[in-house]
């Protein structure tokens, strides 16, 4: 079946630093991907998607790209901020099912 | 944006006891999903629907069942509520197509606690 798996966190960053949380999937078809942002005490918002490969998604200085080869969509911010501060889910819709799939979420804490 | 909402927002049962969630949506969006959202296992999939009446298993699907009979909402029913059941359930409906995925949008989540 589908799965995604992300590292593992927690990560800790220092306010300004570069910021990379791995994401792997495994998917049969064309799926698309989707990385999902749940900041403390709230739902999940979208935070960017890609469609096909070498698709990179990108928002709020967050970008991703679509890697088929790798079958990875790894979340990239050159610069974080005390109020990036959150929980980031990766997740994988399969094309043939419509099901949509996420990995256990990784917690990001940005000091000052 | 999509329209969604869950009820109720938070809910204490005793174990035993059957429990219905509901999701509701505004918009005819086909799919529409329930997760469960514990400490350490990020979201899993309980079920979902791709249509009225068409619904499907998703990873954690034992101990609940689901209901579509009207597009706009998606009941989610736990047939004897128990502690492995207190979790937060968030619904959330699909936007576009099977051909151009806009993105899914969640509601607020419900908070069951089983006792």
């Known amino acids: 079946g589908n799965s995604v798996t992300q590292m593992e966190g927690p990560v800790t960053l220092s306010e300004e630093a570069f910021l990379t949380i791995n994401c792997t999937y495994t998917?049969?078809?064309?799926?698309?991907l989707f990385w999902y942002v749940q900041y403390p005490g709230e739902g999940l918002q979208l935070l960017l998607k890609a469609t096909k490969a070498d698709d990179k998604g990108s928002n709020k200085g967050f970008e991703a790209t679509y890697r088929k080869e790798t079958t990875s969509f790894h979340l990239e911010k050159g610069s974080v901020q005390v109020s990036d501060s959150a929980v980031y889910f990766c997740?994988?819709?399969?094309?043939?099912?419509?099901?949509?799939?996420f990995g256990q979420g990784t917690t990001l804490q940005v000091k000052p | 944006d999509a329209g969604i909402t869950q009820s109720p927002r938070h809910k204490v049962t005793e174990t035993g006891t059957p429990v219905t969630l509901r999701c509701h949506q505004t918009e005819n969006h086909r799919y529409m999903y329930w997760y469960r959202q514990d400490p350490g296992h990020g979201l899993r999939l309980i079920h979902y629907s791709y249509g009225v009446k068409d619904t499907d298993k998703g990873e954690v699907s034992d101990g609940y069942s689901v209901s579509r009979s009207k597009t706009e909402d998606f009941l989610l029913t736990l047939e004897s509520a128990t502690s492995s059941q207190t979790s937060v359930y968030f619904c959330a409906i699909m936007t576009g197509t099977d051909d151009r995925v806009y993105g899914y949008t969640f509601g607020s989540g419900t908070r069951l606690t089983v006792v």
């Open positions: 997740a994988v819709r399969a094309s043939n099912t419509g099901k949509l799939i």
């Open positions: 998917a049969t078809g064309y799926p698309s």
